[in-house]
């Protein structure tokens, strides 16, 4: 059985092995449809692979994000009584621009979860803003469907809300910050969980060798020459740059990474560029 486990399944059943010869081919057309074929690597590597697209995304995540609460949250306020010489009617038409935001949020946060699937999976803040979306909804549906809207659709300049409207936008504000300190925690701790150095050494250990001392002062200009020179990439990928400068300054570093995020590089790379000779161990 260890054996079997060591070399790949090489089972001796001549029924099986009896065809292992045989050259299967795909065809013009079917090589072609090969490329284009979707597999999770590929969608994790569109969406991680270059650090505009993500920005773009994120950015895209970040309007939706302020339509969505902007207009929401006007409304909410007015309800509560704030901005009272406003009535909600008018407010009420700017709510295609939350709905807008709301599918920016929905497309952009799907596409971050492909290109990131571990990291949003064993994400306690993450799920803990689903709970507080599905809420959300919950408020939404309250709103609309127990006629709290219709007592507040008319409310002139100057006129109160019922007490059960005020508590549906006042809980609505409740969650949409819940979201919002959610979103920006999720973020903080995954780049912390990315790239945070564990340094476990005493005072002396953490003095740096002359060695050390001139590679830490040039890494950052040797650090995309070498990439150019050993791997003939011009760029990075998220998260590897910061992994490259922890692991250059002496750190013991974590990395976590998804499937196609390029983890290999996080330790050939430091290797390639320590003056010393350095060995890896990889372990699968």
């Not at 050993?230 to 990075?236: E, L, V």
Request: glycine share 10%; net charge neutral; charged share 15%.
């Amino acid at each position: 059985m260890g054996r079997t486990g060591n070399t790949g399944g090489d089972i001796r059943h001549p029924e099986i092995r009896a065809g292992q010869g045989d050259t299967v081919t795909e065809g013009t057309i079917g090589s072609i449809v090969h490329v284009f074929e979707p597999t999770p690597d590929k969608f994790t590597q569109a969406m991680v692979g270059s650090k505009w697209w993500w920005a773009f995304m994120m950015d895209l995540h970040f309007i939706g994000l302020a339509l969505l609460i902007g207009t929401v949250g006007i409304l909410d306020l007015r309800i509560m009584g704030f901005v009272k010489q406003m009535p909600v009617a008018p407010l009420h038409q700017f709510v295609p621009w939350a709905m807008a935001g709301l599918a920016f949020n929905v497309v952009t946060g799907m596409l971050a979860f492909i290109g990131m699937p571990v990291y949003y999976t064993y994400d306690a803040a993450f799920w803990l803003k689903l709970v507080a979306l599905m809420l959300l909804g919950l408020n939404v549906a309250a709103f609309y469907l127990t006629g709290t809207f219709d007592s507040v659709e008319h409310l002139g300049a100057g006129e109160d809300a019922p007490v059960s409207a005020k508590f549906i936008a006042g809980s609505s504000l409740l969650l949409w910050f819940a979201v919002i300190i959610l979103a920006a925690t999720s973020r903080c701790c995954k780049t912390a969980s990315r790239t945070a150095p564990t340094d476990r050494r005493t005072a002396g250990q953490r003095q740096l060798t002359s060695a050390d001392a001139t590679l830490q002062i040039q890494k950052h200009a040797d650090l995309m020459p070498a990439l150019r020179r050993y791997w003939g990439y011009d760029s990075f990928r998220p998260l590897q740059e910061k992994s490259f400068q922890s692991l250059l300054e002496g750190h013991d570093t974590c990395v976590v990474m998804p499937t196609g995020g390029g983890k290999s590089l996080c330790y050939q790379l430091p290797a390639a560029m320590l003056p010393q000779q350095t060995v890896l161990v990889v372990h699968r």
